[in-house]
């Protein structure tokens, strides 16, 4: 979104003084100000365009919204508005930097920017998280995790909703904002009251029947979700390595298979794994000896474990 240039039959509407932020956990209240200058007119006024504040994270992620009806503006051409909406909460511990932005257009489709009023301090939202350590492994066809914690930083007695683990593949790595893949499992936990923490916690997915193994060339991550009136929402992530896969004794076809498959062979390193899908097709096994990384002595090893 381009800055708004002068519009015709008024000058652009701006944030006026401070601005006031109060956050509970899926809320927001925002008490502010707008002003406009000297001969400006409502901007409302302007056919069917209608006005709202945003909310922003990081330049990136819209966190809330407030629509505005008609503008009138008191004697010293100021107009307050605000009030409480939902907010969406990225995910993650993170600090972020806010900003409220004054837009114009219609809902969904705010297409002039007339001011961008950013909030000096970065603001950290308190919500349950995932602490310590996340270890992955395969065994026994099954993905298991090794989590040192998970904790709720709310105040004492806040309980939480119900928490939950996701394992998602992602088409990308993860922002904290919207995403897209393919869930690998999940796991209830419960709720956790504020100040608390559960600690040590081991669970295991068994990998999905009608997940290919070609999905393991997404993004592995975990997810903490909290129920709320909403829906499942994710209060933290975090990104994982691909466990390598055991050796289960079949050969493995070079022509066919996917990178992690490939390195799931004992002896193939992830590099000399994707130099061999980037060097396929293969007419016969000899051809691996011209794929960098590969010499006599491995290749000799891995004629029994591979066939084209």
Same mark, same amino acid.
């Given at each position: 979104?381009?800055?708004?240039?002068?519009?015709?039959?008024?000058?652009?509407?701006? +944030?006026?003084?401070?601005?006031?932020?109060?956050?509970?956990?899926?809320?927001?209240? @925002?008490?502010?100000?707008?002003?406009?200058?000297?001969?400006?007119?409502?901007? &409302?006024?302007?056919?069917?365009?209608?006005?709202?504040?945003?909310?922003?994270?990081?330049? %990136?992620?819209?966190?809330?919204?407030?629509?505005?009806?008609?503008?009138?503006?008191?004697? =010293?051409?100021?107009?307050?508005?605000?009030?409480?909406?939902?907010?969406?909460?990225?995910?993650?511990? %993170?600090?972020?930097? @806010?900003?409220?932005?004054?837009?114009?257009?219609?809902?969904?489709?705010?297409?002039?920017?007339?001011?961008?009023?950013?909030?000096?301090?970065?603001?950290? +939202?308190?919500?349950?998280?995932?602490?310590?350590?996340?270890?992955?492994? +395969?065994?026994?066809?099954?993905?298991?995790?090794?989590?040192?914690?998970?904790?709720?930083?709310?105040?004492?007695?806040?309980?939480?909703?119900?928490?939950?683990?996701?394992?998602?593949?992602?088409?990308?790595?993860?922002?904290?904002?919207?995403?897209?893949?393919?869930?690998?499992?999940?796991?209830?936990?419960?709720? @956790?009251?504020?100040?608390?923490?559960?600690?040590?916690?081991?669970?295991?997915? =068994?990998?999905?029947?009608?997940?290919?193994?070609?999905?393991?060339?997404?993004?592995? #991550?975990?997810?903490?979700?909290?129920?709320?009136?909403?829906?499942?929402?994710?209060?933290?992530?975090?990104?994982?390595?691909?466990?390598?896969?055991?050796?289960?004794?079949?050969?493995? &076809?070079?022509?066919? &298979?996917? #990178?992690?498959?490939?390195?799931?062979?004992?002896?193939?390193?992830?590099? @000399?794994?994707?130099?061999?899908?980037?060097?396929?097709?293969?007419?016969?096994?000899?051809?691996?000896?011209?794929?960098?990384?590969?010499?006599?002595?491995?290749?000799? =090893?891995?004629?029994?474990?591979?066939?084209?």
């Amino acid at each position: 979104m381009e800055q708004d240039p002068a519009l015709p039959r008024w000058q652009p509407t701006c +944030f006026a003084g401070e601005a006031r932020l109060r956050f509970e956990t899926d809320s927001v209240e @925002l008490q502010a100000w707008l002003s406009g200058q000297p001969g400006s007119r409502d901007i &409302s006024d302007a056919g069917s365009r209608m006005m709202a504040v945003q909310l922003w994270a990081d330049e %990136a992620l819209l966190l809330a919204e407030w629509p505005l009806g008609p503008l009138q503006p008191d004697p =010293r051409r100021l107009t307050p508005v605000g009030g409480r909406m939902p907010l969406a909460q990225p995910a993650g511990q %993170a600090r972020r930097r @806010l900003a409220l932005k004054l837009v114009s257009g219609q809902p969904g489709s705010w297409d002039r920017l007339h001011d961008c009023k950013r909030l000096l301090l970065p603001h950290r +939202f308190l919500q349950p998280s995932l602490t310590g350590s996340v270890q992955v492994r +395969f065994a026994e066809g099954e993905l298991k995790l090794a989590i040192a914690g998970i904790s709720n930083p709310r105040a004492a007695g806040e309980l939480s909703g119900t928490l939950a683990l996701e394992l998602w593949a992602l088409q990308r790595p993860y922002d904290g904002g919207p995403f897209q893949g393919q869930p690998l499992g999940s796991l209830t936990l419960g709720s @956790l009251g504020g100040q608390q923490q559960w600690s040590d916690l081991g669970p295991s997915w =068994r990998w999905p029947d009608t997940v290919p193994l070609a999905v393991a060339q997404g993004q592995l #991550t975990l997810m903490l979700r909290e129920w709320t009136p909403a829906a499942y929402v994710t209060r933290d992530w975090r990104r994982l390595d691909w466990p390598r896969q055991p050796d289960d004794g079949q050969a493995v &076809s070079v022509n066919r &298979s996917t #990178t992690a498959r490939l390195r799931s062979v004992p002896g193939v390193s992830d590099r @000399l794994a994707r130099q061999l899908v980037a060097s396929r097709p293969f007419a016969s096994l000899d051809e691996l000896l011209r794929v960098r990384g590969m010499n006599e002595r491995l290749h000799a =090893r891995l004629r029994d474990r591979l066939v084209l």
